[in-house]
């Protein structure tokens, strides 16, 4: 900082030694208020990264998200708890399904045998028929529907042997699950609604916080706008310290030319000029101090918010809940993997017996065509006469055996109505929920990453912003200072000025008139011309200059 020309009460009234002193103040004030005002700049690009920061954290978990989340950590709590009881209505279910694939299959084997029988009843028919043409071409079709149905129902016990192991596998699985949720229930179960009843608060805290936290960042904003309408106390004084420096110099124009009333004249107007601003500037600077005070204790309280409500009840919330359903998510990472073999094997049984219910409708088929036979048989027996009888004594079993097929055909269909009751409610209770837990615990770590970040950034730029205020403070020191010596000097050009009386003799009247309006156009505060209005002459209007620079702040 430059060394001050102090005011040497001592010195000789010579008339450049104030204007000299007044000039340099007015540099020395300029470059001062300059730095407060980069400062200030610096101060509103900062309350926009802390108003930044503040988003990050309020808005570090989405309303939707939180609201899934609390959603996905009680579903799994509720998964968790009654696991025991649902894995063992879901084995006994799975039991159930065996016992109706036992029934079926043993049904299917049933028609297995009597197609089988059919077939042996082909030669016979043709036997009886004495080889009649007739009766040879219905029993080669005959045999040839039966053997596409054998090959049908091939098909039907390999899916069924098939299913059967599936349903071992699950019943394994489903031991397996048991042997995991008995590890972690109902300890785990406990944490989980804590941790989703702890996320729900915090999703509140942040809603209600959310209101005071922004009327906190726009009191800041505020505030410094209210200190950059202070900051041109500065810019306003210098212009008045200029302005009374180019009053000196008309002051010593005159002298130099002989008119010393004129030139006393117009010191004391400059030394009533010096007075006011030196008062007005106090008062500025004051107010500017006070301002930039403010400035830092509202950042103070916005930074105290914003830590307040990232921390809730107390500590890190997101954080805990992030490595508590880490923890969770560890001590169920078996049950889980044992949760999805068994959900997946589920839904490989219930598919299977959806296809097999496909190949059943084809044993439909096959009982209409043994049907078809009988009836054929008979029409044929009719038609030969002693030949025909020997035949319908075949065809008799041929209707026996479509019986013996609308019975099987009969109980396969209410084996697999019970068995697809079975599958429907196996689906209805939903897949594994371990995915659930994973998706609750990613929105918690990134909520945990983006608040922490917010936090950190806006500590960080309140901190920068409380210590820039700070030193600006401290830069205010000197200009504060600076409104003492003005009033001295004040002092110094009163004692060399002197108000004229009403008019002067002679040219000197006129010289003082254009004079006063000469500085008066030179004007750009009311508080100068209010102090000029009162050294006009008689008959004088107060000229106005008009200056879109001018604030009226004085």
Do not use: W
């Amino acid at each position: 900082m430059p060394h001050m020309v102090a005011l040497d009460t001592g010195q000789q009234a010579e008339t450049t030694v104030p204007a000299a002193v007044l000039a340099a103040l007015a540099a020395e004030l300029d470059r001062h208020f300059v730095e407060v005002g980069r400062t200030l700049a610096s101060a509103v690009g900062a309350v926009q990264r802390v108003i930044g920061a503040l988003d990050g954290v309020t808005h570090a978990i989405d309303a939707a998200a939180a609201t899934e989340s609390v959603a996905d950590l009680r579903a799994v709590a509720q998964r968790l708890t009654t696991l025991p009881a649902a894995q063992a209505e879901r084995d006994a279910e799975l039991g159930a399904i065996a016992i109706q694939l036992d029934v079926i299959r043993a049904r299917v084997l049933e028609m297995r045998d009597t197609l089988r029988l059919l077939e042996i009843y082909g030669p016979n028919i043709k036997i009886a028929a004495s080889g009649e043409a007739v009766f040879v071409d219905f029993v080669d079709g005959m045999l040839h529907r039966l053997q596409q149905g054998e090959q049908h129902i091939a098909h039907i016990l390999a899916e069924l042997s098939t299913l059967a192991a599936g349903i071992t596998r699950g019943s394994a699985a489903y031991t397996r699950l048991r042997a995991e949720g008995a590890k972690v229930v109902p300890e785990v179960p406990d944490r989980l609604e804590h941790d989703a009843a702890a996320l729900d608060r915090y999703r509140e805290t942040l809603r209600h916080g959310a209101a005071e936290l922004a009327a906190a960042a726009r009191t800041v904003a505020r505030r410094v706008g209210s200190a950059l309408n202070a900051l041109q106390v500065g810019d306003s004084t210098r212009q008045r310290i200029e302005h009374v420096v180019a009053t000196l110099a008309y002051a010593d124009a005159a002298e130099r030319d002989g008119d010393t009333a004129v030139g006393a004249h117009l010191r004391a107007l400059a030394a009533a000029q010096t007075h006011a601003l030196a008062a007005d500037f106090a008062t500025g600077a004051a107010q500017l101090v006070e301002a930039l005070r403010a400035i830092g204790d509202e950042t103070e309280r916005l930074l105290t918010l914003i830590t307040a409500m990232a921390e809730g009840d107390g500590g890190d919330p997101l954080g805990e809940l992030d490595r508590d359903v880490a923890a969770v998510s560890a001590l169920t990472e078996q049950l889980h993997d044992a949760d999805r073999d068994t959900d997946a094997l589920v839904r490989l049984t219930t598919d299977s017996l959806d296809g097999l219910a496909q190949r059943c409708d084809g044993l439909r088929l096959i009982r209409r065509d043994v049907g078809d036979m009988a009836v054929n048989t008979r029409l044929l027996c009719r038609r030969f006469g002693v030949m025909g009888r020997a035949v319908a004594v075949v065809a008799v079993e041929v209707g026996t055996c479509a019986t013996q097929l609308d019975r099987a055909t009969a109980a396969m269909a209410a084996m697999y109505a019970s068995g697809a009751t079975i599958a429907a409610s196996h689906r209805s209770r939903g897949g594994a929920t371990g995915h659930r837990l994973a998706l609750a615990a990613e929105v918690i770590r990134d909520g945990h990453v983006t608040s922490e970040r917010g936090i950190r950034d806006g500590e960080g730029e309140a901190r920068a912003l409380i210590a820039e205020l700070q030193a600006a403070n401290a830069v205010l020191e000197r200009p504060l200072a600076l409104a003492s010596e003005v009033a001295a000097i004040g002092e110094q050009l009163g004692a060399q000025g002197v108000r004229v009386a009403d008019t002067l003799p002679g040219v000197g009247d006129a010289a003082l008139r254009a004079l006063l309006d000469q500085v008066a156009a030179t004007y750009t505060m009311t508080a100068e011309r209010d102090v000029h209005a009162g050294f006009l002459l008689p008959g004088m209007a107060l000229l106005t200059a008009e200056s879109e620079e001018e604030d009226g702040l004085f």
